[in-house]
């Protein structure tokens, strides 16, 4: 009776052990196909077109899963114009992430064997700049683009070097006047030193700057000991380099 009563009760375990894996089994699958994976949000960012006219390129791995979404995906860059990351948001279920994107554009090398005479060159981002960010030739790179679509451009990275970032820029972004302002090294009324050196002798002394300067600018500045005027190079933040003896 005894042995009966325990053969009842393990097979009732076994019973409720088997329905609890077969609910728990149906119920990850159907939350399984609900998800949406890497590969469907690679394809709904093909329709999307970056800033510099590029398509998005995500990150992710195909297989990766992510939470259900209703609706089709919203793709914005994480920080403005700057596409190098890029937040997915679904609005309907409330859910985003944030994926790298490889983006890639074309270089000043590759440039030259497309030129179009209905085009003219134009500088363009090499490498994502950061808000107040100082440009170098480093950041910029040329692109030949048709010049009626883009007013505001540069055609000589010489207009656009020294220059400070506004906004962050992504890679193989068209720079616009509206983007940087001007940067003085040097301010008119400012505090500088005059750095004189060759390979033998190195000899600074304060000045005045009597001229707001960028780097490489010829400015005059006063010698706060002698009160001379002098003629100097703009060679860095509140730096000069004479012309003329001190």
Sequence with gaps: MFSAG?????LLRLFMLTFSVLIWTGFST???SER???FDIKAQSKSVVTSSGTSLDLMVSDKRTFFKCGEPLSFAPRMENDWSTVEVNCVSENWSTVLRNNQTFQIEEEFEN????LKSKTVVVRKNITKGEVLTEDHLSYSYQISDDLPGGFTSMSEVIGRKAKFNLARGAV???RQLEIVYPVEKGKAVLVVADNSRLSITVNAI???AGQ???MIKVKNSTSGKILNAI???EKKVSPLTNM
Excluded: H, N, R, Y
């Excluded at 325990?6 to 393990?10: D, G, K, L, P, S």
């Excluded at 497309?114 to 005479?117: A, L, Q, S």
């Design 234 to 236: 703009v060679t860095g």
């Design 215 to 217: 780097l490489g600018d």
């Design 6 to 10: 325990f053969e009842v009760m393990a």
């Design 209 to 211: 700057a009597l001229e």
């Design 30 to 32: 159907v939350q399984a």
């Design 114 to 117: 497309t030129f179009d005479p």
């Design 175 to 177: 720079i616009k006047t």
């Design 36 to 38: 949406i994976t890497g």
